[in-house]
């Protein structure tokens, strides 16, 4: 293989290992179903009627006597109108209703075409930057992390650094980590890229999405000129035959996200969140690191971990959060949409709605991440996600009293468009380089 096809097949390996499968836009399909609300930003006051108007479409052209069913409803929550039409020109739009509180009304459409379903959906927003969280704030939520930052500087963290020449290009070194964690014996892996130029660097923590997954390190923005680090959280090596990670998240680490829900102390995202700070004392150990520019970067799970590093991590200069999860999980128990992963749904109400657990989540909600923030962030999200309704991420967001923009793009659902990820790597790599 020669320099230039070895150098293209690191950098696919990158994108598919790097890439939350969610994060990747929707394949196109020959029958595309359009839901668009009448206002053109998608946003709404409490008390305005809402319209959406939806377009069935084949080759470009409206769809003649097309079957549709409807739902529209506050977003998660059960629907208050549905119904089944046929499109005589493929076309109609229909009166959604509104909203008295802030919130999220979701319009979701299934187009019937030649005995296939076509489905999409458009959310418009009510008053999203007046949304509260329903999660509540422990006196003391501070003093739990101080004692958990304190109990990790006592365990060494046994750094071992394994060169992957393989994966190395002509600008950059790719190296397998471990690094030990939050106790003794536990371990935290990822890729670390850095340039090989002597000199010093700003460095990137890039932490994980949900699901378990091995990684192929962020060689892109280290060509760049910046040292990146793409941790896992499961404690496994993250170079290993990808059925090593099927087995494991149908097994093990199956429902992960609730193991120990009931003690603040044990709880699976306690190990996770002091994780990122150890992978920060490992950053900002190398020699190649220049000292003060640090930033983290992620979405939905990586969201989540974004805001809680860089509220706990004073290292910690700047951040990018996608769609960020674990954000007012709560908002079920209030009658609205709570975040990812949903522990307080009508399906899962039954097993979590304990005062142990309730107690629990206070202290992992990236809400009370989100009050502590200092440094300015990017953020980004669309209306119709499913999986971080916008009603949980606005709880967070809307909280953040530090530097903040929102990159709004509307239609997207637990995926980004390129401009999206262009727009945040530039204003992230400029921030970090100073300039």
Known sequence: MNKSKHILYILLLVIFFSTDVANCQPPNQLVKVLVAPDHTNWTYKTGEEA?????????????????IKYEIGPEK???????????????????GGTMKTPGFLRCTVTAFVDDKEYRNLATAGYDPEAIKPTEKNPADFVAFWDKARADLAKIPMDAKMTLMPERCTENVNVYHVNLQNFRVGTRLYG?????KKEGKYPALLRVPGAGVRPYGGDIGTAERGIITFEIGIHGIPVNLDASVYTSLGSGILNDYTSQNLDDRDKYFYKRVYVGCLRANDFLTSLPQYDGKNLGVAGGSQGGALSIVTAALDKRVKYLVSFYPAISDVTGYLEGRA????????KNNLTYNNTKEKLNTVQYYDVVNFARLLKVPGMYSWGFNDEVCPPTSTYSAYNVITAPKQLFLALETGHWTFPEQNEK????LVDKLKNK
């Open 51 to 67: 319209k959406f108007t939806i377009t069935v479409l084949r080759y470009g052209n409206p769809v003649p006597n097309v079957k």
């Open 338 to 345: 709570g975040g990812w992963p949903h522990l307080f749904t």
């Open 191 to 195: 890729i670390l890229c850095v340039p």
């Open 77 to 95: 929550m059960e629907p208050v109108k549905r119904d089944s039409l046929n499109l005589a020109d493929g076309k109609i739009t229909l009166s």
């Open 424 to 427: 945040t790597n530039n204003w």
